[in-house]
């Protein structure tokens, strides 16, 4: 049985108790119960109408974050794997820069974007900003094609999670900027992937609610990435700044 269906049902069985402890009261001579009592029945009562309501409304979100990011096949076959990517960026709202070209192609608030961008058959994508987007791992599939990806911004982006960093292996040959900042379901396990990245020049982990112990994580960042420089802003280093000696959040 689905979920919205058992609250169903469990809605069903409270009114019915309910009904029964309201005939019980009215048909006894006692004096009907306080209005305290009386509003927790009705809490109670709708408590199940609330809950099954409040699943169905997720349920909801999930099919559409699932067809936001639903993998562009038959764009890819009828116009190649770049305006495919370039569609699925503008689609989710966000932006991107041609190899070569030095205009940006962004869509605006109310997700409008001119399509000029077809008139760029066959011209990989070198910068790509997603920035506070619903981009997740099954929409990064639309991407993997783009070999010559230099830089990608995923700031703010609440999808974004540790099974997303470890697909970034396939840009191991092409990228040198990454920002993560501000990713909320990012944990130290997904940095981790992110020692593929030889070619990794600058990336930017600033506030990330999941890391813990944020100066051991910096650490180990810089023993992955030697060449790369790592933004990390918004964490209380002191400890870790007392130990060294001092030093800043900003080292190569």
């Known amino acids: 049985m689905s979920a919205p269906l058992i609250s169903l049902h469990r809605c069903c069985q409270r009114s019915a108790q309910l009904i029964v402890a309201r005939r019980q009261w009215s048909s006894s001579s006692a004096s009907p119960p306080p209005l305290l009592s009386r509003l927790l029945l009705i809490l109670t009562q709708r408590f199940y109408d609330v809950e099954m309501l409040l699943s169905w409304r997720f349920q909801m979100s999930r099919k559409r974050l699932q067809r936001k990011n639903v993998f562009y096949g038959y764009t890819q076959r009828l116009y190649g794997s770049d305006i495919a990517s370039a569609y699925y960026i503008l689609s989710l709202r966000g932006g991107f820069r041609y190899v070569?070209?030095?205009?940006?192609?962004?869509?605006?608030?109310?997700?409008?974007?001119?399509?000029?961008?077809?008139?760029?058959?066959?011209?990989?994508?070198?910068?790509?900003?997603?920035?506070?987007?619903?981009?997740?791992?099954?929409?990064?599939?639309?991407?993997?094609?783009?070999?010559?990806?230099?830089?990608?911004?995923?700031?703010?982006?609440?999808?974004?999670?540790?099974?997303?960093?470890?697909?970034?292996?396939?840009?191991?040959n092409s990228l040198e900027e990454l920002d993560i900042s501000h990713c909320p379901r990012i944990t130290t396990g997904g940095l981790a992937a992110l020692r593929n990245l030889k070619g990794l020049k600058h990336l930017n982990v600033s506030s990330l609610p999941g890391i813990s112990s944020p100066g051991l994580v910096i650490i180990l960042l810089e023993e992955m990435l030697p060449q790369c420089l790592i933004t990390a802003d918004g964490y209380d280093l002191s400890g870790r700044q007392e130990e060294g000696g001092g030093g800043t959040d900003e080292r190569t």
């Open 100 to 172: 070569g070209h030095s205009d940006w192609f962004h869509s605006d608030h109310r997700g409008k974007f001119s399509w000029d961008f077809l008139n760029h058959k066959d011209t990989p994508l070198e910068e790509v900003d997603m920035s506070h987007t619903v981009i997740n791992y099954t929409g990064l599939f639309n991407l993997e094609k783009q070999r010559q990806l230099r830089t990608l911004k995923l700031q703010g982006c609440p999808e974004v999670d540790d099974w997303f960093l470890a697909r970034l292996h396939v840009f191991q």
